[in-house]
């Protein structure tokens, strides 16, 4: 039997020990509590590196890991099936993976893969690899970043290699392309800029550098510079201005300097290119060398010049009676008028205001013939033209005032059909008039072996469409045949028997000279009508009337009557007309075939001058 103190001592042993399993199973589960959770822990841990593994994998470069040494851990699968290569064989040497690198770039890889391995730094380079499905060899871009732990020191290497072979031959495409651009930019034979939205120059070709022997930046500060002729500068900068501004094409003739120093005239255009929404995106522009063909424009504008008066000159000798008529009827006026003069002076007393009214009138028909001589050394000089307003009604009856004597021979009937407040024209007023006179002597002598009819020739004027003005001269002759009527304006041809066959051709460059055109037609009867339309004066300001015949000294014509010479020269019979008509003034002239003495002169029923 245990003595008690020994009973309680065992008592007390059996608590602690049972304490002390309560404790060991407190423990136990605490542990196996956190050996789970640990557990779950790496589970999902692993779960997440299967996850990344497999996303590392399924990335559409090749991704890869190094060791601090440079030795590769980890591939994914996309490197592996490019290059034909195991995962051993790449793990088992750093370099094991270059391989696959072309030759040709293999040492400049390994220096490149070495200094960033060793400065662990990292690295980037281009390669071109052995894809193994085809045995080509493809650029790609291998990337390296560093990590590292919290003292910095190098864990890992991460990097990916990315095949960058359409990009690269895209880039080398794209410099070709651009290098034959600037080769065809460089040996078009004109000179070419670009210029920005703003106008600002952008690009300018090689041979537009060599002709201004200026450089890009001095050119970009033309307006400053004297590469533009400064008469020619304010129109430039105006033009230019206004299709920035406005974004209209530029085209602009003007003079540029050339290096040596030469001015020489040259065409400059620009056109906006626009982007898909309409909005300018550079300014293109084109500059051509127009001096020869300016020369010979200028060449040719003489050689037709001297044309023209070699035509003018000739019709000189067609005009000799009518020149004759008109300079001897003040000629006689004169003799005339001094004889009866110095009679009046000799009567005793003298009659002195007689005598001044006879001196008045030699005065007075000395101005007349004065005029005559002026006016034929107009028409008929070689001067440059010149260009002025014209009223196209006077320079009419000024031209019917030389030929109307070789109207009367040929029996021809004019009418002049002149339109009121006809709108003046810019022209030169000589090659006008003789444009005038060649088609009213064409018009004669179209109807020169017409015997069955009347020989009617009209001239009329009227306002045209487009702010022009319309002149035409319609005959009744013999017109045209069909096969004329394409060379009726070419030199040298003529549908007249002894004819030159320059006149139509001269007066066609004359009216295209004014920007004008002339052609023919044939009347819905017999004959033919020639008319030429140009452009009226700016603000359309209209002709004074001309005026009227019977207004002027000696007349025998008047405004919307028609007179009848006799042959024998008596005083013709007036039949009066439609004063009141709002038609264009209508003259009618009926010249007799033959006279038996010379009657006052016709000629002075149309007006000297405007």
Request: charged share 25%.
């Amino acid at each position: 039997m245990l003595a008690p103190s020994n009973i309680e001592n065992e008592n007390a042993i059996l608590g602690e020990h049972a304490l002390l399993l309560s404790e060991q199973k407190r423990v136990a589960s605490k542990l196996d509590r956190r050996v789970a959770e640990r557990t779950k822990e790496l589970a999902e841990i692993n779960e997440e590196l299967q996850l990344q593994v497999r996303l590392l994998q399924q990335l559409p470069v090749s991704a890869w890991t190094l060791k601090p040494d440079g030795t590769p851990d980890f591939v994914n699968q996309v490197w592996l099936e490019y290059s034909g290569q195991t995962l051993d064989f790449v793990r088992s040497h750093p370099e094991a993976w270059m391989t696959a690198v072309h030759p040709e770039d293999r040492d400049a890889a390994s220096r490149s893969f070495w200094d960033g391995v060793r400065s662990g730094q990292g690295f980037a380079m281009k390669t071109r690899s052995l894809r193994a499905q085809d045995a080509t060899y493809r650029w790609h871009l291998n990337q390296a970043v560093v990590l590292r732990d919290a003292e910095g020191k190098v864990l890992k290497f991460v990097g990916t290699t990315t095949d960058i072979d359409d990009q690269i031959r895209a880039e080398d495409e794209l410099r070709a392309s651009e290098t034959n651009l600037r080769q065809i930019f460089d040996s078009i034979p004109g000179l070419i800029c670009t210029m920005s939205p703003t106008g600002e120059i952008e690009q300018l070709n090689r041979p537009l550098l060599e002709y201004f022997g200026k450089t890009h930046e001095e050119l970009k500060r033309w307006k400053m510079t004297d590469a533009v002729h400064r008469d020619d500068l304010p129109e430039v900068i105006n033009a230019y201005t206004h299709s920035v501004k406005t974004g209209t094409p530029y085209a602009v003739e003007h003079r540029c300097r050339r290096a040596d120093g030469v001015y020489r005239w040259f065409q400059v255009r620009a056109l906006p290119a626009r982007d898909t929404d309409g909005r300018i995106a550079r300014w293109h522009c084109l500059i051509t060398d127009i001096d020869d063909r300016k020369r010979t424009e200028e060449a040719l504008s003489e050689a037709r010049s001297e044309l023209a008066h070699v035509s003018r000159v000739t019709t000189l000798g067609a005009l000799t009676a009518s020149i004759a008529h008109e300079v001897n009827q003040p000629l006689s006026g004169i003799i005339t008028n001094a004889s009866t003069c110095l009679r009046m002076l000799a009567t005793d007393p003298p009659q002195v205001e007689g005598a001044r009214e006879t001196a008045r009138r030699t005065i007075r028909d000395a101005n007349r013939m004065s005029e005559v001589i002026t006016r034929l050394r107009a028409l008929f000089s070689n001067k440059a033209p010149t260009t002025e307003s014209v009223n196209l009604n006077e320079a009419i009856l000024e031209v019917i005032a030389l030929c109307l004597a070789d109207l009367e021979k040929n029996r021809v009937l004019l009418r002049t059909e002149l339109a009121d407040d006809l709108p003046l024209v810019i022209g030169g007023r000589v090659q006008l008039q003789q444009v005038i006179l060649n088609l009213l002597r064409n018009g004669s002598d179209a109807m020169s072996a017409i015997q069955d009819r009347p020989r009617h020739l009209v001239i009329r004027t009227e306002p045209d469409e487009g702010g022009r003005v319309r002149l035409t001269v319609q005959d009744t002759g013999v017109g045209f045949g069909p096969e004329a009527v394409d060379r009726l304006f070419d030199a040298f041809y003529s549908t007249k028997g002894g004819g030159m066959g320059i006149g139509l051709s001269v007066s066609r460059s004359i009216i295209e000279s004014h920007h004008g055109r002339l052609w023919a037609t044939l009347n819905d009867g017999p004959g033919a009508a020639f008319s030429f339309s140009i452009p009226q004066a700016p603000g359309g300001l209209a002709c004074q009337p001309a005026r009227k015949a019977d207004q002027l000294p000696g007349s025998n014509v008047d405004q919307g009557r028609r007179v009848d010479r006799s042959a024998d020269g008596d005083p013709p019979s007036i039949a009066e007309g439609d004063s009141g008509s709002r038609e264009p003034r209508t003259t009618s002239i009926v010249c007799p075939a033959s006279r038996r003495h010379s009657p006052p002169s016709p000629i002075a029923n149309f007006p000297r001058h405007i």
